[in-house]
Antibody, heavy 120, light 111 residues
């Protein structure tokens, strides 16, 4: 059974850097052709796609976050990460990682989500 | 950016009755491979989203056949033939025709 688990600080200071990791079990980042994605949900609001990374290292990001966002992969630890710089209160959200198994954002497995609050 | 619009925003239903959610995209979701890249997700209260339907009409593994997706171009629909209490939550459509992928605002199904 494939499981994803987000981890990282729950509180980040304004203008600081948000860093989250998604640990993957039951699947290998080395041995498949999947994309791995990050999605966030501000409190009481809908879902927002952040970006994704392929096992080849290719990435796609939401244009509104371009320049602030980096998604990377550590195959040796079977995890991928999200880094968001210069955060503001607008980045406060529940952050999910997900596995994309097919062309077309088919997110079949999601992590439980981790809440990140941007506040001083 | 493709804008996704859902209707209704809130959907009160009675168990055993059918339900329908509409989703429109600001551009056609038809890709050159002939597939409309439109997915449906359900977020149950306090839970992560779960995949229901992908490529407009393909049910994900384990999804009951009371869920049916249809549509083409810019107009899509999710139908539940007979609503059950476990179907409560917020339903999102999502387009993956082109980046950035975008979600609809969500439809809250309530019993």
């Amino acid at each position: 059974q494939v499981r994803l688990q987000e981890s990282g600080p729950g509180l980040v200071r304004p203008s600081g850097t948000l860093s989250l990791t998604c640990g993957v079990s039951g699947d290998s980042l080395k041995n498949n052709d999947n994309w791995w994605a990050w999605v966030r949900q501000p409190p009481g609001k809908g879902l927002e796609w952040i970006g994704e990374i392929h096992h080849s290292g290719s990435t796609n990001y939401h244009p509104s976050l371009e320049g602030r966002v980096t998604i990377s992969m550590d195959k040796s630890h079977n995890e991928f990460s999200l880094r968001l710089t210069s955060v503001t209160a607008a980045d406060t959200a529940l952050y999910f990682c997900a596995r994309d198994i097919l062309v077309g954002a088919v997110y079949d497995v999601w992590g439980q989500g981790t809440m990140v609050t941007v506040s001083s | 950016e493709i804008v996704m619009t859902q209707s209704p925003r809130s959907l009160p239903v009675t168990p055993g009755e059918p339900a329908s959610i509409s989703c429109w995209s600001s551009q056609s979701l038809l890709q050159t491979d002939g597939i409309h890249y439109l997915e449906w997700y359900l977020q149950k209260p306090g839970k992560s989203p779960q995949l229901l339907i992908y490529s407009t009409s393909t049910r994900a593994s384990g999804v009951p056949d009371r869920f049916t997706g249809s549509g083409s171009g810019t107009d899509f629909t999710l139908r539940i033939s007979r609503v059950e209490t476990e179907d409560v939550g917020v339903y999102y459509c999502m387009q993956a025709r082109q980046g950035p992928y975008t979600f609809g605002q969500g439809t809250k199904l309530e019993i």
